[in-house]
């Protein structure tokens, strides 16, 4: 039995990715006030929000192709809720996932402005790639990275958090009225180094033994 899960577990990850390729690659929240969910490799994740600066709108910040789309990420966060942030403060934000997730997605609207840049400041989050970026809703700026940091000047796109993540920890300390920020999960989460490795070593295994299995057959009994 637990060679056929090793083996099922193996071939369901490997397909995975061609799996979705065709169809939405990320899960945004789905908020509804501070309480939201997610889903991710195929279970429904609950998501809690705590001080937010300005509130959720259900609003469709997020046009722009070239800011918000792209080979990884193939949909944006359309209707599904938006935080909004004044900043200016040390005041922590804080997001809770029930479980674990891997590599979420933040996608930002009009951080910064012209000539003033603004941020996002990570508390726990050390490494973040930017996917995308482009014109948004208020014009075409850019965003940067360094550390767990990431920096708008009218920047509109979309970053990844490297990492897996059961809580977010985050501060807007730069005053602007106002830059705004929604977060999601891969569809399909691809596993870390360590995982890839456990899993190879896995079919590694399978295979020795079922060599093995074969060569039992063909030695002719004493």
């Given at each position: 039995?637990?060679?056929?899960i090793?083996?099922?577990?193996l ?7 061609l ?5 939405d690659?990320?899960d945004?929240?789905n908020?509804?006030g501070?309480?939201?969910t997610?889903?991710q490799n195929?279970?429904t994740i609950?998501?809690?929000f705590s001080n937010s ?5 259900h ?5 722009g192709e070239a800011?918000?789309?792209?080979d ?16 200016g403060?040390?005041v922590?934000?804080h997001?809770?996932?029930?479980e674990?997730?891997v ?8 951080l ?12 726990n989050v050390s490494?973040?790639?930017l996917?995308s970026e482009g014109?948004?809703y ?17 920047g ?8 897996s993540?059961?809580?977010l ?7 602007e ?11 399909t989460?691809?596993?870390e180094p360590g995982?890839w ?7 590694a295994?399978?295979g ?6 074969k060569?039992?057959k ?5």
């Amino acid at each position: 039995m637990n060679k056929l899960i090793g083996s099922g577990l193996l071939a369901a990850t490997l397909a995975a990715p061609l799996h979705v390729s065709a169809a939405d690659t990320v899960d945004w929240i789905n908020w509804t006030g501070l309480a939201g969910t997610v889903v991710q490799n195929g279970k429904t994740i609950d998501v809690t929000f705590s001080n937010s600066s300005i509130g959720l709108t259900h609003a469709d910040y997020f046009t722009g192709e070239a800011a918000y789309i792209s080979d990884e990420v193939t949909n944006g966060p359309g209707t599904d809720g938006m935080f909004s942030f004044v900043g200016g403060t040390e005041v922590v934000h804080h997001l809770h996932f029930s479980e674990a997730v891997v590599n979420p997605y933040l996608a930002i609207v009009s951080l910064g402005r012209d000539g003033s840049a603004a941020t996002f400041n990570f508390a726990n989050v050390s490494d973040i790639t930017l996917v995308s970026e482009g014109d948004g809703y208020y014009g075409d700026g850019e965003l940067s990275i360094a550390g767990g940091t990431v920096t708008g000047i009218e920047g509109h796109g979309v970053v990844r958090l490297n990492g897996s993540y059961t809580d977010l920890y985050f501060t807007t300390p730069v005053s602007e009225y106002w830059y705004g920020a929604s977060f999601g999960a891969a569809v399909t989460a691809v596993p870390e180094p360590g995982t890839w490795g456990m899993l190879l070593a896995g079919g590694a295994m399978l295979g020795l033994m079922g060599r093995r299995r074969k060569s039992d057959k063909l030695q002719q009994p004493a």
